[in-house]
DNA sequence: GTCTATATGCGGATAGAC
DNA sequence: GTCTATCCGCATATAGAC
């Protein structure tokens, strides 16, 4: 396989696993295992671990970005909000993805990885109010309803979604008709 | 010293680290330091790391939630919710307090932490439902912006209130008149 | 491009003295 | 109640073969 294509998959698998166990408590080895490749090959690759997780969180956010640009491209009678909200609560299918980028968000300390985070959570930011159009007030609404979902997700609210009525209400309330779509990771494993 | 004492202030340096580096990110001796103490002492105290982290996560949430009951009883003219938004913010000033929480959330893929850490966040949400009288709706979105402030926190973007224009304009749609609060916590040494 | 073997450092926990 | 000394396991990173 080429080297390129063995880097994705890598990033996929460091994905999963990052959102998983966080930054510090992710080992090369279990990103190895998850790739299907060597440890040692993991670091030789990405050079570090602290490497290795930049890279996942940029891409993390080139996805988010993309699917919102598509979200806003796509012009179904709906206007902008909810269409990119929709697009948000989409990527939650890809649950490592948003974790990734919560446990960069935590870490804002780290002068590596925190200077990272803070600009990628400002890039969202400025599209939200030049592409998007959305003002200051929609920008922080949205992104405030974006962190609740994050954290419900972290959480894995979703396994008590049966059995609890307060997360129930809590979870239709935050998920304004995109439920049935966070409800169907439980199904794929969670 | 009584072992009262040492143990409520091994868990107030706890919270503070634990704060910084996350859970898997801090180590027993740093607590210690910060606390004064040997580094056996404080697993001699708490059992393991992981049973220490879980009382500062208990001990947070305690404290969140006596602060919200003292903002409703307090009865200025205010209504209860700008009252108890405004006790949350001013827990921003003791920054370990929030971001020892916030590390917890993301956790919810660890079998003991992940049950902790569901059941805090839904003693919260109970809280507003039936203590503060919010509905649903109201609870919800009060979570998000407190998930935002969190998020905020920890991505410590107070360094760049004076920098950076988009996060101002962030922080102040973001923090309804309580700005000044959180924007003292940089003097103090963030 | 990818592996095996391994050096090295660090962190949680234990033993046991005072 | 609190410490010092220390064991043991584990994780990152390197060396080097194929």
């Known amino acids: 396989m080429k080297g390129d294509d063995r880097r994705e998959l890598i990033l996929e698998a460091a994905t999963e696993v990052f959102g998983d166990y966080g930054y510090v408590g992710t080992t090369t080895a279990v990103v190895a295992k998850a790739a299907g490749v060597s440890q040692p090959y993991v670091v030789r690759i990405f050079g570090t671990k602290q490497q290795l997780f930049i890279e996942v969180l940029r891409r993390a956010l080139d996805i988010l970005l993309a699917a919102f640009r598509a979200a806003?491209?796509?012009?179904?009678?709906?206007?902008?909000?909810?269409r990119i909200g929709v697009a948000y609560v989409d990527?939650?299918?890809?649950?490592g993805l948003l974790l990734s980028l919560m446990h960069g968000f935590v870490?804002?300390?780290?002068p590596v990885i925190g200077a990272v985070a803070r600009d990628g959570f400002l890039c969202v930011y400025e599209f939200l109010r030049t592409e998007a159009g959305?003002?200051?007030?929609?920008a922080q609404?949205?992104?405030?309803?974006?962190?609740?979902i994050n954290t419900l997700v972290g959480l894995r609210m979703t396994d008590d979604y049966d059995t609890d009525p307060r997360v129930r209400e809590l979870m239709q309330a935050a998920l304004p008709e995109k439920l049935d779509?966070?409800?169907a990771l439980r199904?794929?494993?969670?």
């Open 107 to 110: 870490l804002g300390k780290d």
């Open 141 to 148: 609404q949205f992104l405030s309803g974006g962190m609740l």
């Open 91 to 95: 990527l939650a299918s890809q649950r």
């Open 134 to 138: 959305f003002d200051a007030d929609e």
């Open 187 to 190: 199904e794929s494993g969670l």
């Open 72 to 82: 806003l491209a796509t012009d179904n009678g709906q206007p902008a909000g909810p």
């Open 181 to 183: 779509i966070v409800l």
